[in-house]
């Protein structure tokens, strides 16, 4: 069996900032470092045959890639299951037959009233989610991943 080992942009971007050019920047530099792949990131304006494409400048094939959001109570739902069966169409047009699925939130204000930004590395009880939106939250998850399973894509 050979498994192609893939390396994830996410350490460039914070690296570089807001750099217009920061995720061909990453793709650049993994693919000289010899990575198969990286995580796809299908810009607002690419189709996945331009995403194929401008991996392949780098020598890259898409991997999985992330559906991150926001998943919070005054967000339609309806509005991120549009949003979650676009991106799980996408990762299956590239050739990916799974995707990752990660909350966001980096502003996301925790109970005790600080960001999760502000509170990375120092998370204690009293910031989890109450249980009526962690029971929200999972079920939200449960209905992104039959999207993507309708898209031929395990989340």
Excluded: N
């Excluded at 994830?8 to 693919?31: F, K, M, S």
């Excluded at 796809?40 to 559906?67: N, T």
């Excluded at 991120?80 to 966001?104: K, N, P, Q, S």
């Amino acid at each position: 069996m050979t498994i192609a080992l893939g390396c994830g942009q996410i350490t460039w971007r914070v690296g570089l900032g807001a750099a217009p050019d920061q995720d061909d920047v990453a793709l650049r530099e993994i693919g000289e470092i010899g990575y198969a792949g990286a995580p796809a990131s299908l810009r607002p304006d690419e189709s996945p045959a331009d995403l194929i494409a401008r991996y392949a400048r780098h020598g890259l094939v898409p991997a999985p890639g992330y559906f991150g959001g926001t998943f919070r109570p005054e967000v339609a739902p309806e509005v991120i299951l549009d949003e979650a069966r676009r991106h799980a169409r996408a990762m299956r047009e590239v050739g990916c037959t799974e995707w990752y699925i990660a909350a966001g939130g980096w502003d996301y204000v925790t109970p005790r009233g600080k960001t999760r930004r502000a509170l990375a590395g120092q998370i204690t009880p009293d910031d989890a989610l109450p249980d009526d939106e962690f029971a929200r939250y999972a079920a939200l998850i449960d209905r992104i991943g039959a999207v993507a399973l309708e898209e031929g894509v395990r989340a």
